[in-house]
């Protein structure tokens, strides 16, 4: 059972990364995409009003690129989680729902994982270029008079999306595997999951 679910959970975290990283896995899933920060949500509404929608999207587009950049990355942190498994939380995790796995990683691994995570989304932040698009908003809009000024922690913001994506994507691999038999990549998961 240990076995099987490890292996259930590494081919859900290799298939979400390997589908995350894809150039538009983020910004082209409505599932997974990562809008503005909610926090400059006010900034985003008052540029667009000034004529900077262009401006608004190309630095949405780039913010979902840093997500797909640092997800080739998150498969190697999953797997190291993945393998400190026990029988008894795999025992549960069976007879759990279709994301049981899926949810025992992320209470077992989101600590973890934020930061392992962090020092790869703050390195892919700097190959993108996000600062630059973001730099341009926020200055023009901290430029603007009586407007309540925004400092938002876009390395945080990301990894705390990205992670939050990646877990969606796991999710629907793990929902996958325990109902379509083709999914099964593996005897052992075969074996498994024949009864579901």
């Not at 979400?16 to 997974?32: C, E, W």
């Not at 392992?116 to 730099?135: G, H, R, T």
């Not at 000024?149 to 796991?170: E, H, P």
């Not at 793990?174 to 074996?191: D, F, G, W, Y």
């Amino acid at each position: 059972v240990v076995q099987g679910l490890r292996e259930a959970l590494i081919v859900g975290a290799r298939n979400s990364s390997s589908n995350a990283s894809q150039k538009g896995g983020f910004n082209t899933n409505s599932l997974i995409r990562i809008p503005f920060p909610k926090d400059a949500d006010e900034m985003k509404k008052t540029l667009v009003r000034i004529g900077m929608q262009s401006q608004v999207t190309e630095f949405e587009k780039t913010l979902n690129a840093t997500a797909e950049d640092a997800s080739r990355f998150a498969k190697e942190i999953f797997i190291d989680a993945v393998r400190a498994m026990n029988i008894s939380d795999a025992i549960s995790i069976l007879k759990g729902s279709d994301n049981a796995a899926t949810n025992y990683l992320r209470y077992e691994t989101s600590e973890e994982l934020y930061i392992k995570f962090k020092p790869v989304v703050k390195n892919s932040i700097e190959k993108v270029n996000l600062l630059k698009y973001w730099n341009v908003l926020a200055e023009r809009y901290n430029a603007i008079r009586l407007v309540k000024q925004v400092n938002t922690d876009l390395v945080d913001y990301v990894t705390m999306q990205a992670i939050d994506g990646l877990f969606i994507l796991i999710a629907q691999e793990e929902k996958n595997i325990r109902n379509n038999p083709s999914a099964r990549v593996s005897k052992t998961l075969q074996k498994m999951f024949a009864g579901g």
